[in-house]
T-cell receptor, first 111, second 111 residues
């Protein structure tokens, strides 16, 4: 009964490919997020959706496009993958005025 | 200059020691302060959160916030090998939507 689950856990692909990462939360939260964690463990927010509406969109290349089909799901699609996209991508969710709960991450490696 | 600074460590202590983990920040608008624990290959797990200045205790963990110095601390009493992980501080202004994370301190508790 994982609260925030991401798939896949690992993603190894070649430069130039397009890939998607999926996230689902069963906590009933109304806000979901995507973070990128680099090799130095620095976590940086990319996007945030509240009830399917985009509320935070940090300076991220437009090759990254989030999609929220409903408030329990937030997917991340990445076009034309580059070497610098290699990182761990975390999904998180929260309810209003409460801290965020994280998934276990998707480890993306670009060859 | 990053919004939140955290010594990356590693910090190595013997079992039973008192551990002190710290973060400094530059944004005086931060009001919510969180500590997350991240085990290897897992997502950040919320340990504690506090609002504004003061102390909060939960079992072996104590969080302190000094807004005048822009400094927060997490103390772990009677540290255990299972406490070995990376500890991330996080901060937010007037809600929990946008967090700013420190880069994490890696802690190793030796049996």
């Amino acid at each position: 009964d994982t609260a925030v689950s991401q798939t896949p856990k690992y993603l190894v692909t070649q430069m130039g490919n397009d890939k998607s990462i999926k996230c689902e939360q069963n906590l009933g939260h109304d806000t979901m997020y995507w973070y990128k964690q680099d090799s130095k463990k620095f976590l940086k927010i990319m996007f945030s959706y509240n009830n399917k509406e985009l509320i935070i969109n940090e300076t991220v290349p437009n090759r990254f496009s989030p999609k929220s089909p409903d408030k329990a799901h937030l997917n991340l699609h990445i076009n034309s993958l580059e070497l610098g996209d290699s990182a761990v991508y975390f999904c998180a969710s929260s309810q209003a005025s409460q801290p965020q709960h994280f998934g276990d991450g998707t480890r993306l490696s670009i060859l | 200059q990053k919004e939140v600074e955290q010594d990356p460590g590693p910090l190595s202590v013997p079992e039973g020691a008192i551990v002190s983990l710290n973060c400094t920040y530059s944004n005086s608008a931060f009001q919510y302060f969180m500590w997350y624990r991240q085990y290897s290959r897992k997502g950040p797990e919320l340990l504690m959160y506090t609002y504004s200045s003061g102390n909060k205790e939960d079992g072996r963990f104590t969080a302190q916030v000094d807004k005048s110095s822009k400094y927060i601390s997490l103390f772990i009493r009677d540290s255990q090998p299972s406490d070995s992980a990376t500890y991330l501080c996080a901060m937010s202004e007037n809600n929990f939507n946008k967090f700013y994370f420190g880069s994490g301190t890696k802690l190793n508790v030796k049996p």
